[in-house]
């Protein structure tokens, strides 16, 4: 038998190279835990780089089970399946994980379905090839088009987001998933060539792109998972401009009275013109809620101002103490209030609103025989980014609910 040459040599290594650069970047994410706290994003990306070590562990022991010069070499085909199931399986894992991630970031939506189909759609590929006598030649062209059509809607997903929320991390991000895209395009052009023994497919050019493709895969593979990290540091500074902006708020006293409401000591409308507390919503995806106190006129007919203050007042305090650190509550008008909550889908905002209105406790008053309830009604409207965050504002205005 003749010796395999080092550029054969190299080529069989990559697989084994990916796996190790993945492996210390899953160690990486996985330092990083404590930064991403309740950041889903960031969870599902790191979810994403364990699965997708384990795929490739699966990788290599299928291609030293499926080589015959090597000493694992197995003489059944149940072994080189298991592991070929599980490189399939865990890579459409990690691609799912991967755009549930991206998801996540760009507006909110959820991916549970595409999660969960992952491995067994992993596993009717892994049927319908024939892994006792293939290579992972046959693996890449099974799962290449869909891994093609993940990394092309997670770059179109980042690359769709509005002007206010494109930073340098998205864009690197982007064009890493874009790369990665093309890749494994041109990676199932050969794998298709050569099944259909097309004369492209001998091309030394086309050769040496096929067989360092586990190398160049490596790279765009780093380059995205730093880009991911940046976006993660990004975020976080985004957090702290915005705690350190209500820190210098409180600590101006001139400004205390123009911006918050003395009644509720809520932020007024003049803080919403003037973007105070709003930097961490205007560069992100959020939902806009409008509430509107029902019971308030009834309450200071029946059993006066002081009453109806009192009222009031219960009502601002249960909103301030019960929303998120960087969700914003303004005092809107004599009986409205609007709450801008950062990172929320429309339908999750106004199921959080209902419990917490069901959960405030009833006021008892001296003076009146039966406990007051705040009683409101809300409208919902999402936003993208800045761009369109006054217009979500306007549109729960317009809500019919609030005629």
Known sequence: MNP??????????????????????????????????RRSYFKSWEASWVTLAVALLGAVLFQRLTDRASALYASGPFAPW????????????????????VRLLSSGATSRRLVQAAVPVGLVLAFSVDTFNGRLAALGLAHGPLAVAAYAYAAACLSGLPPSRRTVGS?????????LAMLWAGLVMFYLSARLNAGLSAEPWFVRFERY????????????????????????????IDTESQIELLQDR??????????????????????????????????????RLTN??????????????????????????????????YRWDSRDFLVVMPRVAPSVAYS?????????????????????????????????????LDAAVRTVAEDPRLQ
Do not use: C
């Open 4 to 37: 395999a040459s080092p550029n054969m040599v190299i080529a069989a290594l990559g697989p084994f190279a990916e796996l190790l650069g993945v492996t210390v970047l899953v160690a990486l994410f996985t330092l990083l835990r404590g930064t991403a706290d």
């Open 82 to 101: 298991l592991f070929a199931s599980t490189y399939l399986a865990f890579k459409l894992l990690s691609l799912a994980l991967l755009i549930s991630g």
């Open 171 to 179: 864009r690197l991000a982007s064009l890493a998933l874009a790369a």
């Open 213 to 240: 493709g586990f190398y160049a895969d490596l790279l765009l593979q780093l380059a995205l998972a730093y880009a991911m990290v940046r976006l993660l540091l990004e975020d976080a500074a985004r957090t702290s």
């Open 254 to 291: 001139g400004r205390l009275s123009e911006f918050y409401d003395e009644p509720t000591a809520l932020l007024n409308r003049r803080a919403y013109d003037a973007a105070v507390g709003l930097d961490f919503s205007r560069a992100s995806f959020g939902s806009v809620v409008r509430l």
């Open 296 to 329: 308030l006129e009834a309450a200071v007919t029946q059993h006066g101002e002081a009453v109806g203050d009192t009222l009031l007042k219960h009502f601002a305090g249960v909103l301030d103490s019960s929303v998120r650190a960087h969700d914003r509550v």
């Open 352 to 388: 959080r609103m209902l419990q917490l209105l069901g959960r405030a406790a009833p006021l008892p008053v001296a003076g009146i025989h039966d406990t007051l309830r705040p009683e409101a009604v809300a409208a919902v409207a999402a936003f993208t980014g800045s761009e369109d």
